[in-house]
């Protein structure tokens, strides 16, 4: 069973701070891995996706970077904002059935 | 990108009631649901896969007589939580898959008192 671990659960930053989270895996056999963000009480907004064949991406002040080997991901933020307060969460895809496992997120806030 | 709306946002219920969520996926058809629950300052447990036109796969451990699943149409996924308990109070998520990717519902906030 994938087990999806992430480190720290909580981070306080001064605005303009660049943010490392953290995201482990135990199963290196996966088919993708997702970063969402997630605002209280809401849903989930799609950050960046990273096929298993990729070893980053990027959007804007995001980057994502994927070692399947060591079973690990690391989402940076560039230059944070009181906006990103947020929690984010990955999620690892085993295979083709869309099936998601989800660490329990970490929450982040950023001081103006 | 993709739209995936949950109704109602959020649902106050007596124990012992049932209660109903929807899924829809607004601007795309989908075959395949995911419905997810979340508990306060934890990680999102899958529940249950929703089949359009087919019986819905559950996760060990989910009751499928408690969380009845219902996948009538390409764009319309519902969960029912059957006579609730204060216990079924949770975040119900849901999820659609288009091209590669999950996309997620706003959520639904069930309180069972």
């Known amino acids: 069973k994938q087990e999806v671990t992430q480190i720290p659960a909580a981070l306080s930053v001064p605005e303009g701070e660049n943010l490392v989270l953290n995201c482990s895996f135990t199963?290196?056999?996966?088919?993708?891995l997702q970063w969402f963000r997630q605002d209280p009480g809401k849903g989930l907004t799609s950050l960046l996706l990273i096929q298993s064949s990729q070893r980053e991406q990027t959007s804007g002040r995001l980057n994502a970077s994927l070692d399947k080997s060591s079973g690990r991901s690391t989402l940076y933020i560039a230059a944070s904002q009181p906006g990103d307060s947020a929690t984010y969460l990955c999620a690892v895809r085993r295979s083709n059935d869309y099936k998601l496992s989800f660490g329990a997120g970490t929450t982040v806030t950023v001081r103006a | 990108g993709a739209v995936v709306s949950q109704h109602p946002s959020r649902v106050i219920c007596k124990s012992g009631t049932s209660v109903k969520i929807e899924c829809r996926s607004l601007d795309f058809q989908a075959t395949t649901m995911f419905w997810y629950r979340q508990f306060p300052k934890q990680s999102l447990m899958l529940m249950a896969t929703?089949?359009?036109?087919?019986?819905?796969?559950?996760e060990q451990g989910v009751e499928k007589d408690k969380f009845l699943i219902n996948h009538a149409s390409l764009t319309l996924s519902t969960l029912t939580v059957t006579s609730a308990h204060p216990e079924d109070s949770s975040f119900y998520i849901c999820?659609?898959?288009?091209?590669?990717?999950?996309?997620f519902g706003e959520g639904s906030r069930l309180t069972v008192l």
């Open positions: 929703s089949n359009e036109g087919s019986k819905a796969t559950y």
């Open positions: 199963d290196s056999a996966i088919y993708n």
């Open positions: 999820s659609a898959a288009l091209l590669g990717e999950l996309f």
